[in-house]
T-cell receptor, first 113, second 113 residues
Framework: GENVEQHPSTLSVQEGDSAVIKCTYS??????FPWYKQELGKRPQLIID?????GEKKDQRIAVTLNKTAKHFSLHITETQPEDSAVYFC????????????FGRGTSLIVHP | EADIYQTPRYLVIGTGKKITLECSQT?????MYWYQQDPGMELHLIHY???????EKGDLSSESTVSRIRTEHFPLTLESARPSHTSQYLC????????????FGSGTQLSVL
């Protein structure tokens, strides 16, 4: 089965700095890689995703990059703001197979004002 | 409004009680999932369903059971609750096909005394 490793488990930055969260996956059949954000006391919500036929995707201050050869993908947040403080989860799934996402363990991002 | 609903939001019960956590979605999604989220953030898949009359066990060994008699309803039952079941339980759904985005409910925080 798929195995997703996520690092770091905790990331502390100053407001305005950039933050990078990295994930690796094991199953070469995985072709869809979403990122979810979970604010304290709230439900996880999708913030950005990327498919295996794309190397990079951006949405305002967030971007995701994918390296299929190395089987890793990363979330980049630029100009961090206190409201970016949350737990971020990466996931991988094979949309032509089981469709069941495998999640990373989560990264707690803390943005200090 | 189309959404995914979980009840109750909080539940405190005694050891040995039978409980059912409710999950309903009004989005017409085929796939539904139950996750257990521990205080360390990690999401553990305990059950999932591809559609009506389909139920599968997830990665985490669980003493719970689920049913899927109607598309919109996916209840989780614990026959005999124990303190080790204390956790947050998140229900999620997705449309299937090539639409893999998960929509999460607000969760049920269960405490077993």
């Amino acid at each position: 089965g798929e195995n997703v490793e996520q690092h770091p488990s905790t990331l502390s930055v100053q407001e305005g700095d950039s933050a990078v969260i990295k994930c690796t996956y094991s199953d070469s059949a995985s072709n869809y890689f979403p990122w979810y954000k979970q604010e304290l006391g709230k439900r996880p919500q999708l913030i950005i995703d990327i498919r295996s036929n794309v190397g990079e995707k951006k949405d305002q201050r967030i971007a995701v990059t994918l390296n299929k050869t190395a089987k890793h993908f990363s979330l980049h947040i630029t100009e961090t703001q206190p409201e970016d403080s949350a737990v971020y989860f990466c996931a991988a799934l094979d949309s032509g197979g089981s469709y069941i996402p495998t999640f990373g363990r989560g990264t707690s991002l803390i943005v200090h004002p | 409004e189309a959404d995914i609903y979980q009840t109750p939001r909080y539940l405190v019960i005694g050891t040995g009680k039978k409980i059912t956590l409710e999950c309903s979605q009004t989005m017409g999604h085929d796939k539904m999932y139950w996750y257990q989220q521990d205080p360390g953030m990690e999401l553990h898949l305990i059950h999932y369903s591809y559609g009506v009359n389909s139920t599968e066990k997830g990665d985490l060994s669980s003493e719970s059971t689920v049913s899927r008699i109607r598309t919109e309803h996916f209840p989780l039952t614990l026959e005999s609750a124990r303190p080790s079941h204390t956790s947050q339980y998140l229900c999620a759904s997705s449309a299937g096909g090539f639409i893999e985005k998960l929509f999460f409910g607000s969760g049920t925080q269960l405490s077993v005394l």
